[in-house]
Every structure is written in structure tokens, then in C-alpha cells.
């Protein structure tokens, strides 16, 4: 049996987080600032989707979970992208792996936007713990929702937010 989330890869740049006076990442505040290139060569940044809802889901290839809920997120993307969904995916596997990252998002036939973010940027201010990792970004940019695992196929928790977050007009 596969577990809902991975722990960091020794050597992919994961980070943990460990004690200390890290400010949390608390539900309807800003989410942090993030910006990368997507697999396409677009520049993508979180400020740039304001006026959408985000769901910004962090994993890596060699995370069972993540490849498990490909699918869902891919679905999730096109069945709410005409009311104002964006799906972003941020793959933090090393720049080794891009042939595998590419593979894959291939393979699995993902239409949203890929970031490759060989050198784990993300991870420090959405305080990624495991893989995957998800955040649902509303429309003014505050933090949602949050799952720190695998989402499961039809989580109602996450089907509540995601309506409520598209049912609010934009900025």
C-alpha cells in the first residue's frame, strides 16, 4: 500500500521543515510570492494568475502520490478552467530529471501549466513538508485550502473550497 504523501528525496533539493519561528502559512493570507518557467518556456508567476483561482500543487517523479493524483488534477483543470481555474503544477525534481519530468507530464497527458523548479524554491515559503503538496489560491491571492498529501479522487473538502473560491468575483 502506497502512502498519501512522500517524504523528500535525499539529494532533490527537498527541504523539512524542523523547529523553530517559521511563520505559518495561515488559511486567507497572502499566499508567498512564486514565479518559474513552465515546460513550455511561459513565464508564469502567482501574481500574474491574480483574478483566478490557483491550484498550486508541488510534487516530484519519484512520488507515488503525486503520480496518483495526476489524473485528478488534470480533470479538475479542464472541468473548472472556463470558471476561472488554473491547476499549476511545480515539480522540484533535480535539473537531472528533466527528460523523466517531461516523460511524464507527457505520458499522463497534462494540458496545465508544469514548473520545473530543479532547485527547490518553492518548498521554503509554502512550507512544503512532503509530497505532494497543494494550495488553493483564491482569486485576490490568499491561501484557501491546504492539503499536505495526496488529494483523494472527489475530496469534498476541496470540492467545497474550490466552489467557494470561484463563486467569489475578482478583484
Not at 519561528?21 to 515546460?39: C, D, E, K, N, S
Amino acid at each position: 500500500m502506497l502512502s498519501s504523501a512522500c517524504e523528500g528525496k535525499p539529494g532533490a533539493g527537498a527541504t523539512a521543515r524542523t523547529g523553530g519561528a517559521a511563520p505559518v502559512l495561515a488559511l486567507g493570507a497572502p499566499v508567498p510570492a512564486f514565479a518559474g518557467t513552465t515546460l513550455r518556456g511561459e513565464p508564469l508567476s502567482l501574481a500574474d494568475l491574480r483574478g483566478r483561482v490557483v491550484l498550486l500543487n508541488v510534487w516530484a517523479t519519484w512520488c507515488d502520490p503525486c503520480r496518483e493524483e495526476l489524473p485528478d488534477l488534470q480533470a479538475l483543470h479542464v472541468r473548472h478552467e472556463p470558471e476561472g481555474l488554473t491547476v499549476v503544477g511545480v515539480s522540484t525534481d533535480a535539473a537531472r530529471d528533466a527528460r523523466t519530468l517531461r516523460n511524464m507530464v507527457a505520458g499522463f497527458g497534462l494540458t496545465y501549466p508544469i514548473v520545473h523548479d530543479e532547485r527547490n524554491v518553492v518548498s521554503g515559503p509554502f512550507q512544503v513538508i512532503g509530497y505532494p503538496a497543494s494550495y488553493l489560491v483564491d482569486r485576490a491571492g490568499n491561501l484557501r485550502w491546504r492539503r499536505d498529501g495526496r488529494i483523494p479522487t472527489g475530496d469534498p473538502e476541496l470540492a467545497a473550497a474550490l466552489a467557494a473560491a470561484l463563486a467569489e468575483p475578482a478583484p
